[in-house]
């Protein structure tokens, strides 16, 4: 019989009862087509620490087998993605059943994903895009992944934020993914535009949005000099719903093709050379893609994931380089529809500037926040609750931050 181990004996209470040996012998088995093989030990542990993922459980799962004519055991290591419930907080179950990310992502996993690297390996692009797909379970309702730790990819510091070898890594590769999915959407004649939902689709998530919007509103108004700006923000929160809704409707005019939706630094895993030096990057976490401008995403990631002393002065210049590439996969795959050259796409970048603001008065305070907090808070608005957001406002980094932004976001209209 395997031996079963656990992180913690309360964390083993946790742990839905199919992460089991008999689970996953089938999914070894079936993954190196060889019957004989018996799990001999399992080891199931959290994948993240408490209060950092509030969409779907993720598990590690560490294992030893043998083939029949194995004498010594072999190891791998998988990590798990799986719906949970949270017992305490019925609104989060709602929201999480309203936008059915987990569910998604495995459609991407299984039906998407795996075409854009055929596609990108067709024109010599074979690094892979994300990490390797173990098994996609509609039944059980989860993913399996290989475990990229084990191939040594890291994720960076999000609270230190990415230096410029990193950010180019990262824009590359997301200008490969959305070229590939441009083409994919051209040879299926639109399939992908069926990702017509965003973050501010669903009800479910207003709660979040409005009370962090309302928090940050209160916290700007006790601001000495700010206390205008404090007001803006209080005026913005019931409308950050309808404003997230167009920001996300594809234009006409625009260049449109699937973003990741959430691209930010603990989405992507590097991995690096003897000296310390990135060479290759995969992406990860597919909940939240959307038919649109991949303006978005850049807005999103370059106020959330880049270092603070790069965020100013490097802008045009990063875009630039995103596009530079978008530009050159999107002619190496023959695309037939129109590239933008990059004065159309910085109009695009500008037209798409409202992103900067749910970013760093949404965003920005959840990653930089010291204090822990249990995500399961994020839909609250009682008094406490507010209390509590309002209070990681004024943490020092996130305050300068927040200050900084303001004025150019109030110049440019972006508060009205």
Do not use: W
């Given at each position: 019989m395997a031996e079963v181990s656990s992180h913690t004996e309360e964390c083993a209470e946790s742990f839905p009862s199919w992460l089991s040996r008999e689970y996953f012998?089938?999914?070894?088995?079936?993954?190196?087509?060889?019957?004989?093989?018996?799990?001999?030990?399992?080891?199931?542990?959290?994948?993240?620490?408490?209060?950092?993922?509030?969409?779907?459980?993720?598990?590690?799962?560490?294992?030893?087998?043998?083939?029949?004519?194995?004498?010594d055991a072999q190891r791998v290591s998988y990590v798990v993605k799986a719906r949970f419930e949270n017992k305490e907080n019925q609104t989060l179950n709602d929201a999480l059943e309203t936008q059915d990310v987990l569910g998604r992502e495995m459609f991407m996993y299984s039906s998407v994903l795996p075409k854009l690297s055929s596609i990108l390996a067709d024109i010599g692009q074979k690094a892979q895009l994300v990490p390797e797909i173990i098994r996609v379970d509609y039944r059980k309702g989860c993913i399996i992944f290989e475990d990229l730790c084990y191939r040594r990819f890291k994720m960076c510091d999000k609270m230190v934020g990415l230096d410029l070898e990193h950010i180019k890594l990262a824009l590359k590769r997301l200008a490969a993914f959305n070229a590939a999915a441009a083409k994919l959407n051209e040879i299926e004649e639109g399939s992908l535009q069926k990702f017509n939902r965003c973050c501010f689709s669903d009800s479910g998530l207003e709660p979040f949005f409005t009370s962090q919007m309302e928090a940050c509103g209160r916290a700007v108004q006790k601001w000495k000099g700010f206390e205008g700006y404090g007001d803006k923000l209080l005026a913005l929160a019931p409308k950050i719903m309808e404003y997230g809704r167009r920001l996300f409707e594809p234009k006409s005019h625009h260049f449109n093709t699937l973003i990741h939706g959430d691209f930010w630094i603990n989405n992507m895993m590097f991995r690096y050379d003897a000296n310390d030096q990135p060479i290759e990057n995969v992406l990860i976490d597919f909940q939240f893609n959307s038919w649109t401008s991949p303006a978005i995403d850049l807005h999103y990631f370059l106020k959330t994931s880049v270092n603070e002393d790069l965020k100013w002065d490097h802008e045009q210049e990063l875009v630039r380089y995103y596009h530079n590439h978008l530009a050159e996969d999107l002619n190496a795959l023959q695309f037939k529809g129109r590239i933008p050259t990059f004065q159309d796409f910085w109009s695009q970048f500008l037209d798409n500037s409202f992103n900067e603001v749910t970013s760093v008065c949404i965003v920005v305070p959840l990653i930089l926040?010291?204090?822990?907090?249990?995500?399961?808070?994020?839909?609250?608005?009682?008094?406490?609750?507010?209390?509590?957001?309002?209070?990681?406002?004024?943490?020092?980094?996130?305050?300068?931050?927040?200050?900084k932004h303001l004025p150019s976001f109030d110049k440019r209209g972006l508060l009205d």
């Open positions: 012998e089938s999914v070894v088995r079936e993954k190196l087509c060889d019957d004989s093989i018996v799990i001999t030990r399992i080891d199931v542990a959290p994948a993240a620490e408490k209060g950092e993922h509030f969409l779907c459980a993720i598990y590690r799962i560490q294992l030893e087998y043998k083939r029949a004519e194995d004498s926040n010291e204090q822990k907090s249990d995500s399961a808070d994020l839909l609250e608005n009682d008094d406490n609750t507010m209390k509590s957001k309002e209070a990681v406002y004024n943490q020092t980094r996130i305050k300068t931050i927040i200050q």
